[in-house]
């Protein structure tokens, strides 16, 4: 896919960068874009489905305007069963309605390892399978530099590195038995 004819100044590669975070978080093309279609004119990228019949677990994905969200909206639109996990304040069922029917939000915390457990053991009771599992979750802190304590740079660490192993740990025993997952 060829996005420029010559090299592009800064600004012009940053509004690109631009149009293609507001294409992810929306899923609408610009109508200045070009796109390459490696499909027959007959079939459309959305008839393909690219993961018809499969099941993602995304992590962190509540945010309504958040990457995570932005990628289980993507995931669902091309026919995967979406389970997003976060913590109860973010209300992960509220976000799998936003989806649609036959996706699910579970309550889990990342940081314990065996509420991600319980979690994926729920995913695994409703749709047989996981196939892909999208480790998004994470924290900041509203604070300078300077001002973050060992306890704040600890919540980040369990949440972004524990969360991870945690939830990977939990899914990994399913993709080797199916001998399938990403």
Not at 79 to 88: N, S, W
Not at 142 to 167: E, S
Request: charge should be positive; glycine fraction near 8%; aromatic fraction near 6%.
């Amino acid at each position: 896919v060829k996005i420029f004819t010559k090299k592009p100044t800064m600004d012009e590669f940053y509004s690109k960068v631009i149009e293609f975070i507001s294409f992810v978080k929306t899923g609408a093309l610009p109508n200045n874009c070009l796109t390459f279609n490696p499909l027959p004119r007959t079939q459309t990228r959305r008839q393909r489905m690219l993961l018809k019949d499969k099941v993602a677990i995304i992590t962190g994905g509540a945010g309504l305007n958040g990457l995570g969200f932005a990628t289980a909206r993507m995931m669902a639109a091309q026919g995967a069963k979406v389970a997003i996990l976060d913590l109860a304040g973010a209300n992960p069922q509220a976000a799998a309605a936003a989806l649609g029917e036959g996706h699910i939000g579970l309550v889990a915390d990342v940081t314990d390892k065996a509420s991600c457990e319980a979690a994926v053991a729920q995913v695994k009771q409703r749709y047989g399978r996981i196939d892909v599992l999208l480790n998004n979750a994470g924290i900041t802190q509203p604070v300078k530099f300077l001002d973050i304590t060992d306890a704040d740079y600890d919540r980040i660490l369990d949440v972004r590195l524990r969360g991870t192993l945690h939830a990977s740990q939990a899914v990994l025993p399913t993709m080797v038995a199916q001998n399938s997952g990403s």
